[in-house]
Each structure stands twice: as C-alpha cells, then as structure tokens.
C-alpha cells in the first residue's frame, strides 16, 4: 500500500514566501488530498482540495486501462472539494468515476453541482446548465457510504468524527497492513466520540490526522 499527500492544508491553500519563511511549494501548500495505491494496483482518492489538481495532472499521465480511481469524501466542506473544478480527469468523457460520501442530509452529487452553478464556474458539474453552458463530461456515479464501498483488494470502512455537519475517518485494510486518514475532528470535546475513535484507530500502521 502506498500514500501519497496532494494536499494537507486546512481551510485555505498557502503559496510559498521566502520573506515570511513560509515554504510550501513543495509541501504543505495546496489543501486536502491524497492518493492511495494498494499491492494489486486499486486507486483511491481521499478528498478532493486544491492538490487534486496536481493529482489530476499525474493521472493524464498515467494509463488508467479504464480503471479510474474511487473518490470518497470525508465531508464537503470548502478545503476538500475546492479542487474538484480543477480536477483534468473530470472533463475526459472516455472516464467514469465513483463518488462515495456520507450523503445525508444532503446529497454530495447535489451540493457539487451546485458549488458549479453557471454564477460560480463556467463549466458545470455533472450537467449542462443554462444557455449551453459547458458540463465535465467524465461519468460519474454517487454512493451512500452507508450502503457499503465496493472494492477489489482492500477493506475500507469508515467512524465519524466530530466536526460541525459531519466527517468521517477512513480505514484501509490490505491483508496486515492499516492505513487510516482520520479527516477533520475537533478532540476533547465528545469523550464518547474520541473513544469510537480510539477502537476504530486500533491496529493501524499509520494514521493521518486533520485536526
């Protein structure tokens, strides 16, 4: 199993300074997302900031064989989908994609096309808006993280966490080995949920936090 950090920044992106000795350019400043390889070669992106641009960027060049990499979220907030309208494999329509979220209350297929309303972005979502206006033309097919996350090579599974509207932590299985992105949680301040998380947290050869 392999990680790859796109983006760990938390709200905004930071461009690197020289003069306020902010080096970023290389690490830390595009916001969340990363890039996850099992043994046996099945892809998942986890969340979708502004690194998924870059992400995007190496995946054109990369022969897919028409096996596009799983996307789930761990919320919808601003910092993890931000990058979604600069993401390149979104606009090859020879792509399809599955999406996965913890859709309730709200649709994540929904929310995403409306952050792309003609008034925001020029090109759409998912569909064509008013007067012609453009749409990603990649396939792409929502999930409930509920009702399970299909996978070939690895078990994924997921806790929430506490954070305001929502997030969850991911766990990877692959035979002995377990990742975990905890995704956004705010500590201390649910004794109930930090234990879930600790049981959750059991076992694991790394785990990422976003705090």
Avoid at 65 to 78: A, M, R, V, Y
Avoid at 92 to 114: G, M, Q, S, T, W
Avoid at 140 to 157: A, C, F, Q, R
């Amino acid at each position: 199993m392999k990680i790859k950090f796109y983006g760990t920044r938390g709200s905004f992106p930071t461009a690197s300074s020289e003069a306020r000795g902010i080096y970023t350019l290389k690490w830390g400043g595009n916001t969340t997302c990363l890039y996850l390889t099992t043994n046996n070669s099945e892809n998942f992106i986890i969340d979708a900031g502004t690194g998924s641009r870059l992400l995007g960027m190496d995946l054109l060049k990369t022969p897919q064989n028409g096996k596009t990499p799983k996307i789930l979220f761990t919320h919808e907030h601003q910092d993890h989908v931000e990058g979604i309208p600069s993401f390149a494999p979104f606009y090859n329509p020879d792509n399809e994609f599955h999406v996965y979220a913890k859709e309730n209350p709200r649709k994540i297929e929904e929310l995403l096309r409306e952050r792309q309303r003609v008034e925001f972005f020029p090109v759409a979502y998912s569909i064509p808006g008013v007067d012609g206006v453009p749409c990603m033309t990649a396939g792409k097919m929502h999930h409930d993280i509920e009702k399970g996350i299909l996978t070939e090579t690895v078990e994924v599974s997921y806790c929430a966490t506490n954070h305001p509207d929502g997030c969850v932590a991911y766990k990877f299985r692959e035979r002995n080995n377990i990742f975990i992105f905890g995704g956004d949680h705010e500590f201390d301040l649910k004794p109930e949920v930090d234990d879930k998380l600790a049981q959750f947290y059991e076992g694991s050869k790394i785990i990422a936090l976003d705090t």
